[in-house]
Every structure is written in C-alpha cells, then in structure tokens.
C-alpha cells in the first residue's frame, strides 16, 4: 500500500530553503502583507528567535518602533520585481538588544504557487555603526581638546587641525590644510633632528619630543609634541597625529627664574666681596681715628680727615 504523502506547507520548497541557508546574510521570505513565511538559519541565529517563533508574524514585531513605519511605507510602495528598495532599520533581538541591518526588500512571484512574495534580506551592520559611533566620539574629543592636534597624511601634508591648532599657531585651518607641518618652523633644529624624527615614525613607532616653532604673528611657540602613526587594517602606515601641548608661558617663567637667580648670584658675590673689602677698611678708619686723636701735627691730621672721609 502507497504511503500517503505529507501535505506541503505554503511556503518555499525545501531546495529553496537550502539556498536561503546558504546566503550569508539574513533572509526573510515575506507575504504582500509583510507576514513572515521562511527565515534562513543565519537571520534565526541573529535574532535568537527559532522558526516557530518567526512565522506567521509580521516582519515589524521584530524591529525596533522607530523602524516599522519606514518599512510598512517601503512594502506599500513595492508594484513590481523593478521596485526594490533599499534602507537602514534596527531589529530587535529576543534578549532585547538590538542589531543594525542594511536591508534590501524587493517583490517577486512565487514560482511553485503563483502567489506575490516579497524578499527581505539583510546585513548586519552593528559593528559598522559602532565603529562610526567610536569615530564620531573620537571626533569630537579631538576637535574640543584644548591641545593643538594636527593630522596629516602619509606625505606630511596636514588634512585636519582643531581649534586649539588654530588658536594657538595664528592660522587659519584654510591656510593650514594641504601644507606641511614645517610651516611652523622656527629653524632652530637641525635637519639631523627631523630625520630622527621621521625614522622613528614611519617604522611604526611614537615619537615624543620637545620642539621650538614660529606663530604665525612670529612669536615663539614651544610645544611639547607627540606624534603617533596611524595604521590601516593592513598595518600600513596612511598618516599620523601630532598633539601638541603649549609650553611657551612655561618656558617664559623658566627664563625669568634663570635671569632671576643670575641677578641674585651677582648680588651675593657683590655682598661678598664689599665684605671682603669692608673688614680691612674698617681696621684703616679706625687706625685713622686713634692716629688723629694722638697726634698734634696740623698737616697729618688734614690728610688723615682725608683718608677717612674716602673710606
């Protein structure tokens, strides 16, 4: 007797479930009405919700509220294959948390039964996101610090500087972008100095220094700067970071306490040696003194007011 065969479910085929299994994003087969039919194994893992779970409900329940009126609007608009479109929502997963997707919906015909379908495939892009939050927080540190930072390329060439940059050089970010670094430079260091510099950093290294360089009004400008290679994915050296930090009021006060303590090293010889004369000067006044009392010469006692009154 002939085994009666299993009624099949409305749905896609179990070869075109391979397929979606091995698609490497997620995958949602979809009514018109954005039901959820199929899922392939990779959205299930994703989303920690199994197959019984996902179907039979709309693709919405599974994202966050911000995303599900974008989406309903998207599938409104779908007429035919051409009308695919693309956008960015946010799923929510079964523990709460969320996962970007870039997804793609288009329309399309079931081929076994006829009916309207619409595909829903989708690529995290979580990690993508948290990398451009990460920038953007980064960004945004640089750009408020109050140190100079400059960046520049590969070459040397300065493609961005903060305000404090601006500020503390005298020049603009416009005059800045596209120059060398050196438009700063006092020439006080040798060209020996900055090819050190440029060993230790195009190796992959930091290089940590103190430097002398020109403002733009021509002021002097000490800085203490670090520079740190920026590397690609490879470990390609594309640029570097140069933070500065101004030591010029420093470097002032540090003047002045030299130019001070010289003053005072001078004054305390000069004490020294008016003691040194003095002690035998005063043994002469009063040498002077007794002979004056003792004698009674006119003439000598004449001269000997002399002496005294030069002492």
């Not at 920038?135 to 140190?147: A, P, W």
């Not at 120059?179 to 190796?203: D, M, R």
Request: with cysteine.
């Amino acid at each position: 007797m002939r085994k009666e065969s299993k009624p099949r479910r409305k749905g896609l085929s179990p070869q075109s479930n391979y397929w979606m299994d091995i698609i490497p994003d997620l995958c949602f087969l979809l009514d018109k009405k954005g039901v959820i039919v199929e899922s392939n194994r990779l959205a299930r893992k994703e989303i920690g919700f199994t197959k019984r779970e996902l179907e039979g409900r709309p693709i919405w329940d599974f994202l966050k509220e911000e995303s599900r009126i974008p989406l309903q609007k998207v599938l409104r608009g779908l007429k035919n294959p051409q009308d695919g479109r693309q956008l960015e929502v946010q799923m929510e997963r079964k523990d709460g948390s969320l996962l970007e997707v870039l997804a793609y919906v288009r329309p399309f015909r079931n081929r076994r039964n006829g009916d309207a379908a619409i595909a829903f495939v989708a690529q995290s892009i979580s990690e993508q996101k948290e990398k451009e939050l990460r920038f953007l927080q980064f960004s945004e540190v640089i750009h408020r610090t109050i140190n100079p930072i400059e960046i520049t390329d590969a070459k040397g060439k300065i493609v961005y500087v903060n305000p404090a940059f601006e500020r503390t050089s005298g020049y603009s970010k416009e005059e800045l972008i596209g120059k060398n670094p050196n438009i700063l430079s006092s020439g006080k260091h040798p060209k020996e100095f900055w090819q050190k510099v440029w060993a230790t950093i195009l190796s992959g290294r930091v290089w940590v220094g103190e430097i002398e360089n020109r403002r733009k009004n021509g002021e002097p400008l000490y800085t203490q700067l670090l520079i740190s290679p920026i590397a690609d994915k490879d470990g390609k050296v594309v640029g570097f970071l140069g933070a500065h930090r101004d030591i010029t009021e420093q470097k002032r006060l540090e003047e002045q306490l030299v130019q001070s303590q010289k003053m005072e090293s001078i004054g305390t010889l000069a004490a020294g040696i008016a003691h040194e004369v003095g002690n035998p000067l005063t043994s002469i006044s009063s040498l002077v003194q007794v002979i004056q009392r003792t004698t009674k010469d006119e003439f000598a006692r004449d001269n000997l007011e002399l002496v005294k009154n030069q002492m």
